[in-house]
């Protein structure tokens, strides 16, 4: 939750924005920017300049898919404990199903899959960049479905960043092309103990064609990076 709320800080989604989760799991980064744009929009009490219908409109902006049925479900369960009347919240395949590709969003944040299911990935023909790995299919995605100044805050493994296949490189090219900002380097061990995978920290900003690319290596996160993940002092994240 940590990383969630720090994106979500940095691309700082608003209330009129339209806003994705293409893998949404248990639907954390959309109850989070809910909490954010609620926060945004508070006088006295949480959310207080908010009128009912903007309410209204900021849940139904609020888009995620997953292709896992039962966790469709607890991120609907999810949904209705936080008080969403009616989540927008679709069991859908985003890699291999085009039913949604012509939907366009203002910010997209995600923590894709980074391993294929068992079977592989069929991917459909709509992608830009050819590759059967979810997390080169899943940013490829990311960066086709942004709105021409959309923004994005993505968790890859870090093989992004540095590996030298075909479409790895046909990757990065694109993301420079396509308003990459920022770089976040984590340390090993902070998705303790679910994977052990090094990861880095995406911002896109599409609106910022940037000549500059801001590289942060990450040493701390505030917690112990072992299985147990206890709370400690040093915390670079501020």
């Known amino acids: 939750k ?16 339209t806003i994705l989760d293409p ?15 609620l926060t945004q929009n508070t006088q006295a009490r949480i959310g207080d300049k908010l009128n009912a219908s903007e309410r ?28 969403f009347a009616s989540p927008n919240i679709s069991e859908y ?16 944040l995600a923590n894709p899959p980074f391993f294929s299911p068992s079977g592989g990935i069929k991917p459909h023909s709509r992608f830009g960049i050819k590759s059967t790995r979810a997390e080169v299919l899943f940013v490829d995605y990311i960066i086709e479905h942004l709105k021409p100044d959309g923004r994005a805050g993505i968790i890859v493994p870090e093989g992004i960043i540095f590996q030298t296949g075909k479409a790895y490189v046909e990757l990065r090219k694109k993301l420079v092309e396509n308003g990459l900002v920022g770089v976040i380097s ?18 896109i900003d599409k609106a910022k064609n940037a000549n500059d690319l ?5 040493q701390n996160d505030g917690y112990s990076l072992g299985a147990q993940r206890n709370k400690i002092e040093e915390n670079d994240l501020p």
């Open 93 to 108: 395949d985003t890699l291999s199903s085009e039913d949604k590709w012509n939907e366009y969003f203002d910010v997209i």
């Open 23 to 37: 893998a949404c799991g248990t639907s954390g980064f959309l109850i989070s920017t809910y909490k954010h744009i």
């Open 56 to 83: 209204k409109q900021i849940g139904e902006n609020l888009v995620g898919y997953d292709i896992d049925p039962s966790m469709s479900r607890i991120s609907l369960v999810n949904m209705y404990l936080h008080n």
């Open 186 to 203: 984590l340390p090993s061990g902070v998705f303790n103990p679910y994977s052990g995978v090094k990861t880095s920290i995406l911002i």
């Open 214 to 218: 801001f590289y942060a290596d990450i």
């Open 2 to 17: 940590v990383f969630i709320d720090f994106i979500i800080q940095i691309v700082n989604p608003q209330k009129n924005e």
